[in-house]
Every structure is written in structure tokens, then in C-alpha cells.
């Protein structure tokens, strides 16, 4: 069955180090993104890609970088890690840009 | 006006109810809505879409009023299983828009 799996589930690193989080989906969609869910906040869009060598800033993207070099992997790269960034990371796919996604399992990422 | 609003909750229901979570959304545009379920700590799952004329699945009923962009789920017969978050989701022309969730607590 496909599935998209995301990597570590757990991370704690410490302020100022760069973290690549990993996403790797085996649906064939074109369509990628990366949340970060807060209390109080709900689910925000941090990056998306629509296809191979397409990345585009969501809502909070400051402090945050994605490549998109295949169609199954989307990693999320924290170029300094910093304290606000500890978040539960979830990334999702879709087949249709504004259709149904479906999310890996999530990143519980702790900066200290 | 927030993009999407909901009712944060939390609703405790008893086994067997029936329960009814609403939703607003600010874009007019918007051309798909969901509704998402997400049990703590894990990531979300699609519950179901929402369509013009109405749809059911089930215990699961939801209805969308372009006019008052407005979204509702209704939930019969409410099972302990039930319980989770629920989000509603909205199109935005390039992505989807998550609401902060509607937390439903259903006890025996």
C-alpha cells in the first residue's frame, strides 16, 4: 500500500544546529507540504511543492528551507534551530493541489 | 476574520448523542472543503468531504452553506471512539486552510 513516512518521529537538538527533518511519500503525487501544529494554533503551512524542482513559502516559512529533487522525498531543513521551532512537524501529500492530503505519522522536534 | 473558525470545545457528550460542530470561513472563493479527524498526538485523517448538495457517511453528516460560508458536521449516535478533534478544512486557491479543531469528549 502507499503510505508516506516521515523521519526521526522523535528529535531533541540544541539551539543553533541545523535539523533535516525527512518525508518520503510512495503515492506518486506531485503535490507535497510541511505543517507545524501548536497548541493554540492549529495546523500551519510552513513549505509546499507542487512537482519536481518547485518549493514555495506557506505561512511561516521564516527559518525553514525545502528542496524538492524527486517526487517522493520533500525534506524540511532548519538552517539554526531555535527555541520556537520545538513543534510536532507533519507532512502531507495529495494528488490534486486543493484535494484530499494525507499525512505521515509526524516529527516531534524539541530545541534546547 | 479569521480564515477558518471553529467552536474550540471541548463538547462532552454522553454514549449516543447526537453532536454538532460548526465552522466559518472568510474566503468566498473557496471551491473544497473537509472535514479532518485527528486523534491526540497523531497526525490528521481525512473524515470526509463536504459537498454543495449535502453528504453522509454513515453516523456523519455534513453540510456546506455557500451563502453564510458556513460548514457543519453532525455526528449521531455518538460512540466512544468518537472522540477525537475534528478540523475543518478549506481551500484557499493553492492550499488548504485547517481550522484550530473542534475537541469531542464522549463518555460511557
Known amino acids: 500500500d502507499a503510505e508516506i513516512t516521515q523521519s526521526p518521529r522523535h528529535k531533541i537538538t540544541e539551539t543553533g544546529r541545523q535539523v533535516t527533518l525527512a518525508c518520503h511519500q510512495t503515492?506518486?503525487?506531485?503535490?507535497m507540504f510541511w505543517y507545524r501544529q501548536d497548541l493554540g494554533h492549529g495546523l500551519r503551512l510552513i513549505h509546499y511543492?507542487?512537482?519536481?524542482?518547485?518549493?514555495n513559502k506557506g505561512e511561516v516559512s521564516d527559518g525553514y528551507s525545502v528542496s524538492r529533487s524527486n517526487t517522493e522525498d520533500l525534506p524540511l531543513t532548519l538552517e539554526s534551530a531555535a527555541s520556537s521551532q520545538t513543534s510536532v512537524y507533519f507532512c502531507?501529500?495529495?494528488?490534486?493541489?486543493?484535494?484530499?492530503?494525507?499525512f505521515g505519522a509526524g516529527t516531534r522536534l524539541s530545541v534546547l | 476574520r479569521k480564515e477558518v473558525e471553529q467552536d474550540p470545545g471541548p463538547f462532552n457528550v454522553p454514549e449516543g448523542a447526537t453532536v454538532a460542530f460548526n465552522c466559518t470561513y472568510s474566503?468566498?472563493?473557496?471551491?473544497?472543503f473537509f472535514w479532518y479527524r485527528q486523534d491526540c498526538r497523531k497526525e490528521p485523517k481525512l473524515l470526509m468531504s463536504?459537498?454543495?448538495s449535502g453528504n453522509e457517511d454513515g453516523r456523519f453528516t455534513a453540510q456546506l452553506n455557500r451563502a453564510s460560508q458556513y460548514i457543519s458536521l453532525l455526528i449521531r449516535d455518538s460512540k466512544l471512539s468518537d472522540s477525537a478533534t475534528y478540523l475543518c478544512?478549506?481551500?484557499?486557491?493553492?492550499?488548504?486552510?485547517f481550522g484550530k479543531g473542534t475537541t469531542l469528549s464522549v463518555s460511557s
Open positions: 474566503n468566498s472563493a473557496s471551491q473544497s
Open positions: 463536504v459537498y454543495s
Open positions: 511543492s507542487y512537482g519536481v524542482q518547485d518549493t
Open positions: 503515492w506518486n503525487h506531485n503535490n
Open positions: 478544512v478549506v481551500t484557499t486557491g493553492t492550499a488548504l486552510i
Open positions: 502531507a501529500s495529495s494528488e490534486w493541489r486543493e484535494g484530499i492530503q494525507y
